[in-house]
């Protein structure tokens, strides 16, 4: 899709590519748009080559995690692990044929932007042959755990030092993971820069009005309410959560749960809560589209993260602290990287869901200092982690690794 937008200065890109291998939903989706937004928004014409049939402005925004985004995904996402990493390995040469034809119909690319993926080495050829300056966004690596293992483990190892020493530029996540990289490999990588997930405050703004319609629609009012948003995966632990939850909520019914999105742990959650009788309390939305998530969050007073990656930059957070609601994270170091200790939010040792549960309850109790600390998060929000934030970072790599024009 091609954007028309006023001419850049000459110390930007005159167009950029932006090329990803995802499926372009939820959380995918949130930042792809974030960054494509904020760089048209400098006026700097952007087009998006996405997997066939996974366009992020198109996709279902209310789709579920754990759901394909076409039928032919779900065929692919079901082969046996060696035939999967082949496929993706293969994709190089669909890939290339696409790139190769827009590359001849735009010469006046100056930077191609990808979200990494693994075995994809294909733009980073196509950009040195061509002299055009390919950044990679670093959002996953071999070198993490995963849910299904790598088979061709050397392979992707290998390819991935050579295409993050060879591309032009990198963007981490986290300064954490950033680290984790550049030990693992133990090679030079390409120059690169920290920039962490965002949220723009015009999207999470709500009114006194708003706030109670929604509190209202959801039987949420005179109560303290803790949300969460997000997948209901076991890696992200709302299920243990709630679990570990439900005797401290029996013991304060001025306290509700709003749960918000679906996925693997969704239906066992809802038997367990009805078991306990906590139907009352802890209200679960299923999945919503993303454009409903603010009016969600008006209807919140604090936030639960009960879990995150250890090098990842969850976008939920961003979200949280945009809507000026105060944060419960777990204290890992990315999220020690954003977070400042009862300033912008509350950390919890990671893994320890009575920590968490007892968090929880206790801020519950003081709805000034929820205040405070929301406020505050929405202000750091507001001056340093908007998209266009992560565009002046960008936009400055791309003058440090651009060939003179």
Not at 80 to 104: M, Q, S
Request: proline residues 6%; positive net charge.
């Amino acid at each position: 899709m091609t954007q028309t937008s006023p001419a850049p200065s000459a110390l930007q890109p005159r167009r950029v590519l932006y090329h990803h291998r995802t499926q372009g939903k939820a959380v995918e989706g949130v930042h792809i748009r974030g960054i494509t937004d904020a760089l048209r928004a400098e006026g700097i014409p952007v087009d998006v080559i996405s997997l066939p049939g996974a366009d992020p402005y198109a996709s279902p925004k209310a789709m579920s995690p754990t759901r394909q985004a076409r039928p032919w995904m779900k065929l692919v996402a079901k082969l046996p692990e060696p035939l999967f990493e082949l496929a993706e390995l293969g994709y190089n040469l669909v890939a290339g044929w696409r790139l190769r034809r827009y590359l001849n119909a735009h010469p006046d690319v100056d930077m191609i932007y990808e979200r990494y993926s693994l075995f994809m080495a294909i733009t980073v050829l196509i950009g040195r042959a061509r002299g055009i300056p390919v950044i990679l966004e670093i959002n996953d690596s071999a070198s993490v755990e995963r849910v299904r293992a790598l088979f061709f483990l050397k392979m992707a190892m290998a390819i991935e030092r050579w295409t993050l020493s060879r591309c032009a530029g990198l963007v981490f996540v986290s300064g954490n993971f950033r680290d984790r990289v550049q030990q693992v490999h133990g090679v030079p990588l390409a120059p690169a820069i920290v920039s962490h997930n965002a949220a723009n405050i015009d999207k999470f703004s709500f009114t006194p009005e708003q706030r109670a319609a929604a509190r209202a629609k959801w039987g949420l009012e005179g109560h303290v309410v803790c949300g969460y948003l997000g997948a209901f995966l076991p890696w992200h632990a709302i299920d243990q959560f709630v679990m570990a939850a439900a005797e401290s909520l029996k013991a304060q019914p001025n306290l509700k749960l709003l749960l918000v999105g679906d996925g693997i742990t969704f239906e066992a959650m809802q038997t367990f809560i009805k078991a306990q009788g906590l139907e009352r309390q802890v209200v679960m939305t299923g999945r919503v589209a993303h454009d409903e998530v603010p009016g969600l969050l008006a209807a919140m007073d604090m936030a639960v993260l009960p879990s995150a990656g250890d090098y990842t930059s969850p976008v939920k957070l961003f979200e949280f602290m945009a809507c000026g609601i105060a944060p419960v994270a777990p204290d890992l170091a990315p999220i020690r990287e954003v977070l400042k200790e009862d300033q912008t939010g509350w950390m919890f040792q990671s893994g320890d869901m009575k920590a968490a549960v007892a968090m929880v309850a206790r801020r519950s109790q003081e709805p000034e200092e929820l205040k405070r600390v929301g406020g505050a998060a929405r202000d750091y929000i507001a001056h340093e982690r908007q998209w266009r934030h992560n565009i002046v970072d960008l936009l400055a790599l791309f003058q440090r690794v651009r060939p003179t024009r």
